[in-house]
Every structure is written in structure tokens, then in C-alpha cells.
Nanobody
Framework: QVQLVESGGGLVQSGGSLRLSCAAS????????MGWYRQAPGKQRELVAL???????NYADSVRGRFIISRDNAKNTVYLHMNSLKPEDTAVYYC????????WGQGTQVTVSS
């Protein structure tokens, strides 16, 4: 089992920044992929960004150039640095850990006011 604990969500004005954190614990495999997804009201959950244990990254087109995903393998923690936030970034953000199977965090609300 793997447990994921997210933090860092909140309310921010348009153009502002936030940093999300997701700490993984339990049976962690050294080779894994961690990522962030988001779900806005009435919409499907979508990929925001992901990072492999070796540091390769992938971003949704909507956030590329504004968001940066990073990780600290020693702490089993992944971060999402969100800059130049827009109202359309408002959503619940979920952390995901993938190795032998997928695990999801409980989600953290990000609200961007215009």
C-alpha cells in the first residue's frame, strides 16, 4: 500500500502562484511515476503534469511554461509549482503515484479568483 498526502492548495488571485506538495509513504518502489491531475466542476479529471523517478517530465499544453513539476526522491515527495495562475486553473488537484498499480491522493482545492 502507498499513502499520499497533499498540501498547498488555497485561494489565490489571477496571476499569482502556489506550490502543491504530495508526500508518498508506504511501499515505495524506486522506479515510479508521480503526477498531478485536476478536476474542475462538471469536467473530467485531466493530466496536469507528471515526472518519472529519473526526472523526465510531461505537461499538459494548458500549463506548459507556467507550471513546473519537481520531486525529491529522498523524501518521496513531488511538487507542483504553479505560476501565472488563471481562473481556469481552478479545480481540485490530485496527486497520483504509479508503480505496480496506481494510488491517488485525497485532492486539494485550488481556487483562482479573477
Amino acid at each position: 500500500q502507498v499513502q499520499l498526502v497533499e498540501s498547498g492548495g488555497g485561494l489565490v488571485q489571477s496571476g499569482g502562484s502556489l506550490r502543491l506538495s504530495c508526500a508518498a509513504s508506504g511501499r515505495i518502489f524506486s522506479t515510479n511515476i508521480m503526477g498531478w491531475y485536476r478536476q474542475a466542476p462538471g469536467k473530467q479529471r485531466e493530466l496536469v503534469a507528471l515526472i518519472t523517478s529519473s526526472g523526465s517530465t510531461n505537461y499538459a499544453d494548458s500549463v506548459r511554461g507556467r507550471f513546473i513539476i519537481s520531486r525529491d526522491n529522498a523524501k518521496n515527495t513531488v511538487y507542483l509549482h504553479m505560476n501565472s495562475l488563471k481562473p481556469e486553473d481552478t479545480a481540485v488537484y490530485y496527486c497520483k503515484y504509479s508503480a505496480l498499480r496506481d494510488y491517488w491522493g485525497q485532492g486539494t482545492q485550488v481556487t483562482v479568483s479573477s
